[in-house]
């Protein structure tokens, strides 16, 4: 599992994104960006038995 | 003819209760067909992240504010505890996203929609007071960071988050108590006035309510 830590070494600084007065580690960038995905596919991905349920409306 | 017994407290209370919520509405077999969507699944994905939370944090407290730094188990659970807050955590916001644009208020709902918001707020408050009790420098920074926002406040003579004992008993009785009855009650709002429908299914008379 060693490889797996590599990926995301934790004995470093964390690494921000500022721009003008708005300051985000990239951590929590990804995590909203994740959100915001999980939105959108909320929204437009089709429920399994959808249509059957609006067909027993 | 109202008898002796009608009077009795217990009997207006039991009446009160199955006629706001009888048990068909409380466990029902079926929901309405717009409730099959995936925006619909996140809130109860946050309850389910919520009882796994609960779940290891009794298994933490088992052996004290410590012991999980030190033991394979302890790392373990630590860990389930950690992402499972963020499960919830992550969820819930979705959940907040979905029922906003849905303008979840409507049809008499303003009660449940604030039971979340509240519910939202204490959670907030609940993770904080769990970062600075991991008794870890991780702690320790966020405590003497936190400590200067909250006595900005005022808030710090009474809520002091450099104090472990404090933070720890907030996060592990209080806080919890809190969040456990807030979310009772908007999970019994939620069965009491139905699941918020898409703008398109509102009945007629609700959609002129909006308008007003």
């Given at each position: 599992m060693s490889w797996l830590a590599s990926?995301?070494?934790?004995?470093h600084y964390g690494h921000y994104i500022s721009w003008h007065f708005i300051q985000v580690s990239v951590a929590n960038l990804v995590i909203i960006v994740l959100m915001v995905v999980t939105f959108i596919a909320a929204l437009l991905l089709p429920f399994p038995g959808r249509a059957r349920r609006r067909g027993n409306k | 003819m109202s008898t002796e017994i009608d009077r009795q407290w217990t009997t207006r209370l039991r009446k009160r209760l199955t006629g706001k919520l009888p048990p068909e509405k409380l466990l029902p077999d079926t929901q309405p067909?717009?409730?099959?969507?995936?925006?619909?699944?996140f809130g109860v994905t946050t309850l389910a992240a919520m009882g796994v939370v609960i779940g290891t944090g009794c298994i933490l407290s088992l052996r004290g504010p410590q012991w999980w730094h030190e033991s394979g188990v302890g790392h373990f659970v630590n860990s389930l505890h950690l992402w499972s807050v963020e499960i919830f955590f992550f969820a819930m916001i979705v959940h907040l996203w979905g029922k906003y644009f849905m303008a979840a208020?409507?049809?008499?709902?303003a009660l449940t929609w604030m039971t979340g918001v509240v519910t939202f707020v204490v959670s907030i408050v609940t993770g904080l007071t769990g970062y600075v009790s991991q008794t870890n420098f991780d702690s320790q920074w966020i405590s003497t960071q936190a400590k200067d926002g909250i006595n900005a406040t005022g808030g710090g003579a009474f809520?002091?988050?450099?104090?472990l004992g404090q933070m720890l008993m907030w996060h592990i009785v209080l806080l919890p108590i809190g969040a456990v009855l807030l979310t009772a009650l908007h999970v019994l709002m939620v069965r009491v006035k139905g699941v918020v429908p898409p703008f398109e299914d509102t009945p007629k008379t609700v959609k002129a309510e909006v308008a007003q």
């Open positions: 990926l995301i070494p934790m004995d | 067909a717009y409730v099959a969507s995936w925006i619909y699944v208020w409507r049809g008499g709902r809520f002091n988050v450099l104090n």
